[in-house]
């Protein structure tokens, strides 16, 4: 296209000199240099426009595809609530839907998103209540363990999955054990990190307050709880308890945190969850029978040094799961903060293997 544009500008330059040569030598009107002189300008316009549309369809050849493992935000309706999630991978891969603890959101899965897009379509949404969900009132909403699986299994409904993996961490394990026993057929996979489906993982060295509030529900204990759980100062330790070099750790997970938490209301339904959560331990049986009837395969990754959810409440799995795959890794509560390289390793090992078996 260049070649032919430079060739007519060639033909109209040549054209117009002789032209304005034998209109000297002729003694042509005015009249039609004027039209001639007209008509050249017309004819190098169209030549612009020529070698300008020319560089734009060679600028679009050359530029780089978009990146389809680039992590996308999304808020969709979900039961009038609005829901943000984040989508990364191609829509054709097999999935993962990556379900979050307390009081975090999505934003603990940043790191690891991009190490899983490039072979998996990765879904990972935030609960009513967390992250930048809806977050209504107490009185508006039911925060309870069943209303966020009820929720989030509507998530997966309205986006198509009818198969997927499920990591789950800490807050996850309630929500996504809950929606394997309901559909079992839907998981290829768990992949549970420092969640817990067994009361050797509930310790009373940690749980006292929680299991003092479930007994007695009173204002104080109410107070106690919520000071202990949500302080800012609980909210660091949260991430940097038991990591071994603490300065690895961003400190964008707990301010964000202390953020959301202000919103109106939020300590509340929070606190509502963590009452509610007394409910988990009677599911665990079921939990359990379904481990065992059904053997989904099943990756650990457990920070072996978290006192919320210790190391004792990793290894009962192996009763009910003989093939399960346990690896406890040096770190806390939050293992992906520092340890989201190693965890992204073993995820890939362990889906590849399992989907040839």
């Known amino acids: 296209m260049i070649m032919q544009a430079l060739s007519l500008s060639i033909a109209l330059n040549r054209s117009g000199s002789k032209i304005h040569r034998t209109s000297f030598t002729r003694s042509r009107s005015k009249r039609s240099l004027r039209s001639l002189a007209s008509w050249r300008t017309l004819a190098l316009a169209v030549l612009h426009l020529l070698l300008l549309s020319s560089s734009?369809?060679?600028?679009?050849?050359?530029?780089?595809?978009?990146?389809?493992?680039?992590?996308?935000?999304?808020?969709?309706?979900?039961?009038?609530?609005?829901?943000?999630?984040?989508?990364?991978?191609?829509?054709?891969?097999?999935?993962?839907?990556?379900?979050?603890?307390?009081?975090?959101?999505?934003?603990?899965?940043?790191?690891l998103i991009p190490s899983l897009a490039g072979k998996y379509h990765v879904i990972a949404p935030d609960y009513p209540g967390f992250g930048y969900s809806s977050a209504p009132a107490t009185n508006e909403f039911e925060y309870t363990f069943d209303h966020l699986a009820n929720v989030t299994g509507n998530?997966?409904?309205?986006?198509?999955?009818?198969?997927?993996?499920?990591?789950?961490?800490?807050?996850?394990?309630?929500?996504?054990?809950?929606?394997?026993a309901q559909h079992p057929r839907k998981v290829s996979a768990l992949i549970v990190q420092n969640a817990n489906a067994y009361v050797e993982g509930l310790p009373d060295s940690f749980w006292s307050l929680a299991k003092t509030l479930w007994k007695e529900p009173s204002l104080d204990n109410f107070a106690k709880l919520q000071d202990a759980a949500m302080s800012n100062a609980a909210l660091e330790w949260n991430y940097t308890n038991g990591v071994?070099?603490?300065?690895?750790?961003?400190?964008?997970?707990?301010?964000?945190?202390?953020?959301?938490?202000?919103?109106?209301?939020?300590?509340?339904?929070?606190?509502?969850?963590?009452?509610?959560?007394?409910?988990?331990l009677d599911l665990y049986p079921k939990w359990q029978t379904y481990f065992r009837a059904h053997q989904p395969p099943m990756l650990i990754v457990w920070g072996k040094n978290d006192i919320i959810f210790p190391a004792a409440g990793a290894h009962p799995y192996l009763r009910d799961l003989p093939k399960a795959e346990l690896h406890l890794i040096d770190t806390g509560h939050f293992a992906l903060e520092d340890k989201h390289d190693q965890i992204a390793a073993l995820i890939n090992e362990f889906l590849t293997r399992k989907s040839t078996e």
């Open 56 to 111: 734009e369809i060679r600028a679009q050849q050359i530029a780089p595809p978009a990146d389809p493992n680039s992590v996308r935000y999304h808020t969709i309706q979900i039961d009038a609530l609005n829901v943000f999630y984040r989508e990364a991978g191609p829509t054709n891969a097999p999935v993962i839907l990556l379900l979050h603890g307390f009081p975090a959101s999505s934003f603990m899965f940043r790191e």
């Open 244 to 280: 071994v070099d603490p300065s690895c750790v961003s400190p964008d997970s707990w301010m964000l945190q202390r953020a959301l938490l202000e919103r109106k209301g939020n300590k509340a339904a929070m606190m509502a969850l963590l009452y509610d959560y007394r409910r988990n």
């Open 155 to 180: 998530l997966t409904e309205r986006l198509g999955l009818s198969r997927y993996a499920i990591y789950m961490q800490d807050f996850g394990g309630p929500v996504g054990f809950r929606l394997a």
